[in-house]
């Protein structure tokens, strides 16, 4: 099924990103870069919250850029909203203290994220769009294909995994690392945008994307971070070590 970008009413740039985890540290990092250029709308697709040590300064930065947001697995488990029962022991720890620090104020706003939304003619969930509140992952390309059967859109912006990838729907996918991609007319795209807080493909940079709706492009950026403090944070807090040690080596 062919799709149709949306007439070019006014251009757009969004930056769009996931999987902040609360690393304050990665997430201050990005937005520091975006400082130069012009971003119309900020994005947010999912896990603001859990594993890092600053939840709330995350949700408050989130709040503060009116971003717009979806919600991650690790932000309705943090309000109970979604279960733990098959998250592992460190992930599961991480929630639990991350449900210790937030705020009446936080717990609301984490409540009231939707999973799945529509701005600006693409779509954005944290995990699938078959059936969002399994959270289950977009790996292979029969993965993307059942997802791209849903997709109205020609373009669908998703996180969970922690690593960026881009399926096109010709019954393969394709890695673009650092660099544009041209979408083209007519086809469809799943955008995996990567991990602010907690990357997992080898790189520890933080990433994410950002989208020019006039140069119909998409873009994967990277962004260096000061790790060690995010490292300090996580063990000073009493939480699993691994998830401080895993964040220099991105995996
Ligand atoms: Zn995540």
Redesign the pocket.
């Known amino acids: 099924m062919k799709c149709i970008f949306p007439p070019l009413i006014e251009p757009m740039r969004f930056a769009l990103f996931a ?1 902040i ?1 609360g690393n304050l540290e990665a997430f201050r990092a990005v937005l520091g870069t975006l400082q130069n250029g012009r971003i119309d709308r900020h994005i947010c697709v999912g ?1 603001i919250v ?1 594993y890092g040590a600053n939840p709330g300064e995350c949700i408050k930065l989130v709040k503060d850029l009116d971003c717009l947001a979806v919600a ?1 697995n ?1 932000d309705w488990a943090a309000v109970d909203l979604a279960s733990i029962d098959y998250f592992n022991p460190y992930a599961k720890e991480a929630v639990l203290w991350t449900r210790s620090q937030l705020s009446q104020e936080d717990r609301d706003f984490l409540k009231g994220l939707e999973l799945v939304r529509e701005p600006h003619g693409f779509t954005i969930v944290h995990a699938t769009l078959k059936a969002p509140e399994e959270w289950n992952y977009i790996f292979s390309a029969s993965d993307a294909h059942e997802n791209f059967q849903l997709l109205s859109n020609c373009l669908l912006f998703v ?2 995994s ?1 690593v960026p990838i881009i399926f096109e729907e010709n019954g393969g996918y394709r890695y673009h690392f650092g660099r544009k991609v041209n979408l083209k007319e007519g086809q469809k795209y799943i955008i995996n945008i990567g ?1 602010v807080g ?1 990357p997992r493909d080898g790189d520890p940079r933080a990433s994410f994307f950002i989208y020019d709706t006039e140069s119909r492009q998409v873009e994967l950026r990277r962004v260096e971070y000061n790790v060690d403090e995010a490292m300090r944070k996580i063990v000073e807090a009493n939480l699993p070590p691994v998830l401080a040690w895993r964040l220099r080596e991105g995996e």
């Open positions: 999987d985890h896990d859990g991650g690790h996180g969970h922690h991990s907690q």
